[in-house]
C-alpha cells in the first residue's frame, strides 16, 4: 500500500508503469508501510 505525498490519501492499487496518485495525480508517494512522516500530537 502506498501513500500520496501531496493529498495524503491511501493509494491502493498502483501500476508500476503508472506510478501516479489516482485522487489528484501527484507522481510522489511514498510506502505505507515505511515510518517517514510521524504524525505529532495525535494522542
Ligand atoms: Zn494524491
Known amino acids: ?3 500520496c505525498a501531496k ?3 491511501e493509494v491502493k ?3 508500476p508503469k503508472f506510478t501516479r ?3 489528484c495525480g501527484w507522481r510522489v508517494l ?4 515505511q ?3 510521524k504524525e505529532i500530537g495525535t494522542q
Open 1 to 3: 500500500m502506498y501513500r
Open 21 to 23: 496518485c489516482p485522487h
Open 35 to 37: 515510518p517517514i512522516a
Open 7 to 9: 493529498c495524503k490519501k
Open 13 to 15: 492499487t498502483l501500476d
Open 30 to 33: 511514498y510506502k505505507a508501510r
